[in-house]
């Protein structure tokens, strides 16, 4: 297995690989966004991790990228150019974020289905969009 020097990395991408996600084409968006990176040659730049479920499956496929803390949705394998280009940037594929992280928690974008949420031990269901 490898051990990679993360000492020159600059934005990690999480890329949802659960079951949801998974049927919606994540093997093929996590492929193109591997091939664009090691195309522009940011494998030192750019690091990717294949994720189990991350609760979003309303927004399939789902990707995260940190540090900027931006929670993508309905992303595809055309969205691999765009996205690392907007890391390049320091911006983001403002139609496809879903949550963005303001310094203290996650807030969600107009449009955002919000879902469930945990309150005391006890799921509950939330229908509204934000």
Known sequence: MATWNLSTTKHHILICNGSSCKKAGAEELTQSVRNEIMAKRLDSVIHTSRTL???RCHDKCVLITYPDG???KEMTGRDAPQLVESLLKGSS???????YYNGECFIPNEGTVLGVYKDE????K???KF
């Open 121 to 124: 031990g006890m799921v509950k």
């Open 126 to 128: 939330v229908s509204k």
């Open 93 to 99: 594929i403002e139609d496809k974020v879903s949550h």
């Open 53 to 55: 479920c991350n609760g």
């Open 70 to 72: 931006h929670w993508y």
